[in-house]
């Protein structure tokens, strides 16, 4: 066999391997850690919802059948029968979602697990919590080559269902219908510890200094990680709301470390948890719910 042969075989042998190594990465891995779906009997929470007045177990409950958090429960027992009627439809999709979702692209290198319908457009299975102006949105349902790094994104105008997002590499971060994180397979709904007045600023310096700029992989990476308000700004999907959040010094990212990556947002001690759909509840267990 000639030198050249050789050197076609190990260059063959070489892309095949890349290759085995990308599938492996892009399409198994991703895989091995399915949505949590649980795996106890649902509760009758008619007569519970009807109390007067909650107690801190009766918080528990409702978080574990429904993954509404004390806020949440809070703000559907405001609205009377209406809130209680989401209660139980939130407590069904909770407990019997399909749980792995549809691996679909998104960009060239990154995919996504959402839920699809018989026409493969995006199912809504998750009846999303009333949100409040700032509230930060995660989901660990998109990856690339096996990290599943997540996405996240910043509520700006609850009222309207509008969110802040920088989406994929090679575009400009802009807003967009909230609606698209009902049928993502994971999503948690986070609100930071603040006052109105507090909310109020972080998105409107959302919107003056982070809407319509450039994503970048390493925002935050080098130099320091909170660059100055009036300098020019890019954004990966992290990176966003955790600057518009630490432009009133709360810290959304609970590792300290320069990429603010969306899974770190979870384990903050700074927030509190609204929703969570697709993740255990028995994970924010010492936490805020």
Known sequence: MTRKKKRLIICAVIIVAVAAVWLFLQHIYPHFHPPFVPSYSPASLTDLLAKPALQEADYRLLFAQTGLGKPAIDDLLALGDEGKAQILDTQT???????????????????????????????????????????????????????????AGLVVDAERGVTLESVVLGSLSSQMNVNHWCSYSTLAVLRPKVDEETQQKVVQLALDKLDNIPYSLVSGAFGEKFQPLDGAHSAHCGYLPWYAWMSEGIDLDSDGGRIAAPEDFLHSPNVEVVQVFGFDPADFADGDY
């Open 93 to 151: 999709a909770f407990l019997n979602h399909p749980g792995e979702a549809p691996c679909t692209p998104l960009g060239i290198t990154t995919r996504e697990h959402r839920y699809l319908d018989a026409e493969g457009h995006a199912l809504p299975l998750i009846p999303l919590a009333p949100l409040q102006d700032g509230d930060v949105l995660v989901t660990l349902s998109t990856h690339t080559a096996g990290w599943s790094h997540g996405h």
